[in-house]
């Protein structure tokens, strides 16, 4: 009930009161922020070596258009994510008030939302390439640049699934998942008509026919509609069995004002205003 009624009207009152997405129902805040900080320097390492790599072989062309791939987009939203959390994270460690809790209101609901998309789009980019786009890799730089964008990508989601105290996916963030879907489809054609080329093979209306290239555009939609399905419960799943069996409630910070208990049932909050330990 708490938890489905906040994820209906998850942007009613404030933000985050508990400091949800910078905690850890097992990782103290500074283990938190050293681990997100590691994994986006790892992300923006991997995206400037590959460009590095591109320039010195010849591939400039290459790098300037990965950003019309949606792929490569989603790894750039990771390591930006991880950025953004790891100083989130990190200014509440030292301080006990995350930069978040600072942070305009429009700005949290959008850092929610980005939140969303960083725990559903790389689980639809991995399934995407490894099963319609991977072919050989002639390089060991390949294998890896590839592994790194398009398998790691998904360790990278499901650490933000599994570790932090983040609360179930709100139903409206369903919204703008779908809507930047429709914006990069919008993309995608773009990319060909201003260069040229069909960033994926299976847009392609020169080689396939319009009703295969909705179906595959009406499939990647039920796809990601199905992901933040099962990522939604898995969170549910994760809330119930850390916080309610394990009464896990959380590692908090030793500086700051304490949080303190209230009822949950009145405030629609899952678990979401508790005494640290």
Same mark, same amino acid.
Request: net charge positive; aromatic share 18%.
């Given at each position: 009930?708490? &938890?489905?009624?906040?994820?209906?009207?998850?942007?009613?009152? %404030?933000?985050?009161?508990?400091?949800?997405?910078?905690?850890?129902?097992?990782?103290?805040?500074?283990?938190?922020?050293?681990?997100?900080?590691?994994?986006?320097?790892?992300?923006?390492?991997?995206?400037?070596? /590959?460009?590095?790599?591109? $320039?010195?072989? $010849?591939?400039?062309?290459?790098?300037?258009?990965?950003?019309?791939?949606?792929?490569? !987009?989603?790894?750039?939203?990771?390591?930006?994510?991880?950025?953004?959390?790891?100083?989130?994270?990190?200014?509440?460690?030292?301080?006990?008030?995350?930069?978040?809790?600072?942070?305009?209101?429009?700005?949290?609901? =959008?850092?929610?939302?980005?939140?969303?998309? /960083?725990?559903?789009? %790389?689980?639809?980019?991995? /399934? @995407?390439?490894?099963?319609?786009?991977?072919?050989?890799?002639?390089? +060991?730089?390949?294998?890896?640049?590839?592994?790194?964008?398009?398998?790691?990508?998904?360790?990278? =989601?499901?650490?933000?699934?599994?570790?932090?105290?983040?609360?179930?996916?709100?139903?409206?963030?369903?919204? %703008?998942?779908?809507? !930047?879907?429709?914006?990069?489809?919008?993309?995608? #054609?773009?990319?060909?008509? +201003?260069? $040229?080329?069909?960033? #994926?093979?299976?847009?392609?209306?020169?080689?396939?026919?319009?009703?295969?290239?909705?179906? #595959? &555009?009406?499939? *990647?939609?039920?796809?990601?509609?199905?992901?933040?399905?099962?990522?939604?419960? !898995? /969170? @549910?799943?994760?809330?119930?069995?850390?916080?309610?069996?394990?009464?896990?409630? $959380?590692?908090?910070?030793?500086?700051?004002?304490? *949080?303190?208990?209230?009822?949950?049932?009145?405030?629609?909050?899952?678990?979401?205003?508790?005494?640290?330990?």
């Amino acid at each position: 009930m708490a &938890i489905g009624g906040r994820a209906t009207t998850p942007y009613i009152g %404030p933000i985050d009161p508990t400091h949800r997405f910078v905690t850890s129902w097992i990782l103290p805040p500074g283990i938190l922020f050293a681990l997100r900080t590691l994994l986006a320097v790892y992300a923006f390492t991997t995206i400037f070596i /590959i460009f590095g790599w591109n $320039g010195s072989h $010849g591939r400039s062309d290459s790098s300037r258009q990965s950003f019309s791939y949606f792929t490569i !987009l989603t790894y750039w939203g990771l390591a930006f994510y991880y950025a953004f959390s790891a100083v989130h994270t990190g200014s509440y460690w030292f301080t006990g008030v995350p930069l978040l809790a600072r942070w305009p209101k429009a700005l949290q609901i =959008a850092h929610s939302m980005f939140y969303s998309t /960083i725990v559903v789009y %790389p689980w639809i980019v991995t /399934i @995407v390439f490894w099963a319609l786009l991977a072919g050989h890799f002639d390089s +060991t730089f390949s294998l890896w640049s590839n592994t790194s964008q398009h398998a790691l990508n998904a360790a990278f =989601a499901f650490f933000e699934i599994f570790f932090p105290r983040t609360e179930p996916l709100p139903w409206l963030s369903l919204i %703008p998942i779908v809507i !930047l879907l429709a914006l990069y489809l919008g993309l995608a #054609y773009l990319t060909y008509a +201003t260069e $040229g080329f069909y960033v #994926y093979p299976f847009l392609d209306l020169q080689k396939n026919s319009s009703g295969v290239v909705a179906a #595959y &555009i009406v499939g *990647i939609l039920v796809a990601a509609i199905i992901v933040f399905l099962l990522v939604r419960y !898995l /969170i @549910v799943l994760r809330v119930w069995v850390t916080e309610k069996k394990l009464g896990k409630i $959380g590692k908090f910070s030793k500086k700051g004002q304490a *949080i303190t208990t209230v009822d949950e049932e009145d405030k629609n909050l899952p678990l979401d205003r508790i005494v640290p330990k």
